[in-house]
């Protein structure tokens, strides 16, 4: 692809916008957006649980089947428009999708005012393991960490962080430090996996982590959360990748991309599940692993780590960074999608926007730095509920409403080897997605209620 960054906006009137500068930026910045903190954690405990190696196949259909029509749905609204996701809607859509645009930004502003707290936890484990070593009684420790004060703080030192790289701009920011963190998270994580490998007692782990288990598949509830879990690993159902393909010049092949990038995200998903287990079971913490909670990771992991001694020590800091620059990079594309919106919507400079946006999210976060169980409530809300309600809106957008032919759309830019299946892609976000994703949503709806309820004593 040619660096570039002055687009031609096919005649329209619309300012030159900033392009990626490689393909490689472009590709490497939504792998970051959709590595994270759900990958690391929030994956290896829903897998565990739903069933072992029989969940990473129904998981890898689901990315095969949902993940990655939804994420061509994305990116091609992006790339056709060079909008964020409110201007983008509302030119291919007309002002009645508007609200839905509204509902992406909502989505991103809370969901980086928790991420970040989460962040912050994960930073504190790094700096600690870098000068003072892991405490003792990791259950106690982690109590310290997760309230008061210190959360905030580094909570806050997170946002700084994210605001930094966000207000540089598309290609000097956000490009460049996915250039440098992504290889280095890969390779921190693989060499983890295969260090685990060696551990005495992981054939343990991998038991129960791969073990499959074709009776839980039954449950609805499993389908439900690998579909909420492959949106919310993906970035998709916020615009995230919708903002970051508004970036990238009209005859990108987004096919490849959105394959590269999904096939990624699950990469490095399987491999941390690789590390986490065997960690835990060779030094017999597994009966922390069947609690699923928020801070599980946090309690378990460091409490392996500090066991194991000097080596330990290492270890723990390599994942806790690993983890950290995994959120860093996923953080940049929630402010990201805020940012742009303010850029596009009303003219702001992008360093303003980044610091006005970034301070509102700050102190929304406090809240959830105070309190785990409302930063529970806006992960069941916001990073459940409303990915799935966005994803639906625009499988149907894409697939039934767009002022613009998706067939035409899908093909621009395509290998000769995509073309063949474009109908087939097509059928998928006409048909099938629209009808499964409402299927989750009705779950998902039930499911945000009963945290509602429970977030204010209603039993
Ligand atoms: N995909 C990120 C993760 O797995 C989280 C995220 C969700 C980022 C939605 C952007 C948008 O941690």
Same mark, same amino acid.
């Given at each position: 692809?040619?660096?570039?960054?002055?687009?031609?906006?096919?005649?329209?009137?619309?300012?030159?916008?900033?392009?990626?500068?490689?393909?490689?930026?472009?590709?490497? =910045? !939504?792998? $970051? *957006? +959709? /590595?994270?903190?759900?990958?690391?954690?929030?994956?290896?405990? &829903? %897998?565990?649980?739903?069933? #072992?190696?029989?969940?990473?196949?129904?998981?890898?259909?689901?990315?095969?089947?949902?993940?990655?029509?939804?994420?061509?749905?994305?990116?091609?609204?992006?790339?056709?428009?060079?909008?964020?996701?409110?201007?983008?809607?509302?030119?291919?859509?007309?002002?009645?999708?508007?609200?839905?645009?509204?509902?992406?930004?909502?989505?991103?502003?809370?969901?980086?005012?928790?991420?970040?707290?989460?962040?912050?936890?994960?930073?504190?484990?790094?700096?600690?393991?870098?000068?003072?070593?892991?405490?003792?009684?990791?259950?106690?420790?982690?109590?310290?960490? =997760? !309230?008061? $004060? *210190? +959360? /905030?703080?580094?909570?806050?030192?997170?946002?700084?962080?994210? &605001? %930094?790289?966000?207000?540089? #701009?598309?290609?000097?920011?956000?490009?460049?430090?996915?250039?440098?963190?992504?290889?280095?998270?890969?390779?921190?994580?693989?060499?983890?996996?295969?260090?685990?490998?060696?551990?005495?007692?992981?054939?343990?782990?991998?038991?129960?982590?791969?073990?499959?288990?074709?009776?839980?598949?039954?449950?609805?509830?499993?389908?439900?959360?690998?579909?909420?879990?492959?949106?919310?690993?993906?970035?998709?159902?916020?615009?995230?990748?919708?903002?970051?393909?508004?970036?990238?010049?009209?005859?990108?092949?987004?096919?490849?991309?959105?394959?590269?990038?999904?096939? !990624?995200?699950?990469?490095?998903?399987?491999?941390?599940?690789?590390?986490?287990?065997?960690? &835990?079971?060779?030094?017999?913490?597994?009966?922390?692993?069947?609690?699923?909670?928020?801070?599980?990771?946090?309690?378990?992991?460091?409490?392996?780590?500090?066991?194991?001694?000097?080596?330990?020590?290492?270890?723990?800091?390599?994942?806790?960074?690993?983890?950290?620059?995994?959120?860093?990079?996923?953080?940049?594309?929630?402010?990201?999608?805020?940012?742009?919106?303010?850029?596009?919507?009303?003219?702001?400079?992008?360093?303003?926007?980044?610091?006005?946006?970034?301070?509102?999210?700050?102190?929304?976060?406090?809240?959830?730095?105070?309190?785990?169980?409302?930063?529970?409530?806006?992960?069941?809300?916001?990073?459940?509920?409303?990915?799935?309600?966005?994803?639906?809106?625009?499988?149907?957008?894409?697939?039934?409403?767009?002022?613009?032919?998706?067939?035409?759309?899908?093909?621009?830019?395509?290998?000769?080897?995509?073309?063949?299946?474009?109908?087939?892609?097509?059928?998928?976000?006409?048909?099938?997605?629209?009808?499964?994703?409402?299927?989750?949503?009705?779950?998902?709806?039930?499911?945000?209620?009963?945290?509602?309820?429970?977030?204010?004593?209603?039993?």
């Amino acid at each position: 692809m040619t660096p570039s960054s002055t687009p031609s906006p096919e005649g329209s009137a619309k300012p030159a916008r900033e392009l990626w500068g490689t393909r490689w930026g472009f590709v490497l =910045a !939504a792998v $970051g *957006s +959709a /590595v994270g903190l759900g990958n690391m954690w929030r994956f290896s405990y &829903i %897998a565990a649980e739903g069933g #072992g190696a029989a969940f990473l196949l129904l998981y890898i259909v689901m990315i095969a089947l949902l993940g990655i029509p939804l994420m061509l749905c994305e990116l091609t609204v992006g790339r056709k428009t060079h909008l964020s996701p409110i201007g983008a809607l509302r030119e291919l859509g007309g002002k009645g999708w508007v609200p839905l645009g509204l509902l992406f930004v909502l989505t991103g502003f809370l969901i980086l005012s928790y991420y970040s707290v989460i962040a912050g936890w994960t930073l504190r484990y790094a700096a600690e393991a870098a000068t003072v070593g892991f405490a003792p009684d990791a259950g106690a420790h982690f109590g310290e960490i =997760a !309230a008061g $004060g *210190s +959360a /905030v703080a580094w909570h806050l030192g997170f946002m700084v962080l994210t &605001i %930094a790289i966000v207000m540089v #701009g598309v290609q000097k920011g956000i490009e460049r430090a996915a250039l440098v963190l992504m290889p280095s998270l890969m390779l921190i994580i693989l060499g983890l996996a295969v260090w685990a490998f060696f551990l005495e007692g992981s054939a343990e782990g991998y038991a129960f982590y791969l073990m499959p288990d074709v009776g839980e598949l039954m449950d609805t509830t499993v389908l439900v959360q690998a579909t909420g879990q492959a949106l919310f690993s993906l970035s998709l159902g916020m615009g995230a990748m919708l903002t970051f393909a508004s970036y990238l010049s009209r005859d990108t092949d987004l096919n490849q991309e959105a394959v590269t990038i999904s096939f !990624a995200d699950f990469g490095v998903a399987f491999a941390a599940g690789l590390v986490v287990f065997p960690v &835990i079971f060779a030094l017999g913490l597994q009966d922390s692993v069947t609690e699923s909670t928020v801070g599980a990771l946090f309690i378990s992991l460091p409490g392996a780590f500090v066991e194991m001694g000097a080596a330990g020590r290492i270890i723990g800091l390599l994942f806790f960074v690993a983890l950290g620059v995994g959120a860093i990079t996923s953080a940049i594309s929630l402010l990201e999608v805020v940012t742009s919106s303010m850029i596009d919507e009303f003219g702001i400079g992008r360093r303003n926007a980044a610091i006005g946006v970034g301070i509102l999210i700050g102190i929304v976060g406090i809240f959830s730095a105070l309190n785990t169980d409302f930063l529970g409530l806006v992960d069941a809300i916001a990073g459940d509920l409303f990915l799935v309600l966005g994803g639906l809106a625009m499988a149907i957008f894409v697939g039934w409403i767009m002022k613009a032919d998706p067939a035409q759309e899908l093909a621009r830019g395509a290998g000769e080897g995509f073309k063949v299946i474009i109908p087939t892609v097509l059928f998928l976000i006409r048909f099938v997605l629209p009808p499964v994703i409402a299927i989750v949503l009705f779950f998902s709806l039930q499911n945000s209620w009963i945290e509602v309820r429970a977030f204010f004593g209603l039993g």
